[in-house]
């Protein structure tokens, strides 16, 4: 069955730090999408990023980059330079193609606490 | 802004009542999805609807029912409310029906039953 493990429940980061938040999935598709949410104090859930199982390239936008590693399950994203406004939830969620499956898997969340 | 509505914001209704959560999707989306977000469950996908048409079903209650309508809006019905049933409700939208479509999600409904 799919699944999306964020193993790290919380992070807390001094401003201007890098930090990377780790995601590893599993399914059985050999098509499927990961994508990347937001979800800031104010509750909303914002899409940051879709990937696909057949495209390992790296992907950068400003200071958000994503490492996607089929070999290691893993989609990883990493903050640059950290500001307050990035504090939030980041959500790590799956979709499959192979399957059918098209609403998203969820990981638990990782809540990223950035100090001033 | 996402381009997705729901309303109301919030939603205080005692046990054992019925309640009607909303959604509008972006201009030109034809499939709707509904998802729970508890701080047990985590963010759980619940239903989805693709132009009218149920199209997949996640861990919804049988107390629990949707429909998409032909204007493309959506509504949750959650009835025979507990205090379990207490959370954010989201709903979410994609442009067509395809795992490879991002979804974009409305700003949520908090239900509280007391």
């Known amino acids: 069955a799919q699944k999306v493990t964020q193993a790290q429940t919380e992070i807390s980061v001094v401003e201007k730090e890098d930090v990377t938040l780790d995601c590893v999935y599993e399914t059985r598709d050999t098509t499927y999408y990961l994508f990347w949410y937001k979800q800031p104090p104010s509750g909303e859930l914002v899409f940051l990023i879709r990937r696909n199982s057949f495209d390992e390239q790296n992907e950068i936008s400003g200071r958000y980059s994503w490492n996607f590693q089929k070999s290691t399950s893993s989609f990883n994203f990493t903050i640059t330079a950290s500001q307050v406004v990035d504090s939030a939830v980041y959500f790590c969620?799956?979709?499959?193609?192979?399957?059918?499956?098209?609403?998203?898997?969820f990981g638990s969340g990782t809540r990223l606490q950035v100090q001033p | 802004d996402s381009g997705v509505t729901q309303t109301p914001k919030h939603l205080i209704t005692a046990t054992g009542q019925r309640v009607t959560l909303r959604c509008s999707p972006r201009s030109g989306d034809l499939s709707v999805y509904w998802y729970q977000q508890s701080l047990d469950q985590g963010l759980q996908f619940l239903i989805q609807y693709y132009n009218g048409e149920e199209r997949a079903k996640g861990n919804i209650l049988e107390r629990f029912s949707a429909q998409q309508f032909p204007d493309l809006h959506s509504e949750l019905n959650l009835s025979s409310l507990e205090l379990g049933d207490s959370a954010l409700y989201f709903c979410?939208?994609?442009?067509?029906?395809?795992?490879?479509?991002?979804?974009?999600f409305g700003p949520g409904t908090r239900l509280t039953v007391t």
């Open positions: 979410a939208s994609s442009v067509a029906d395809g795992s490879s479509y991002e979804q974009y």
């Open positions: 969620a799956l979709s499959e193609l192979d399957t059918g499956r098209r609403a998203l898997t």
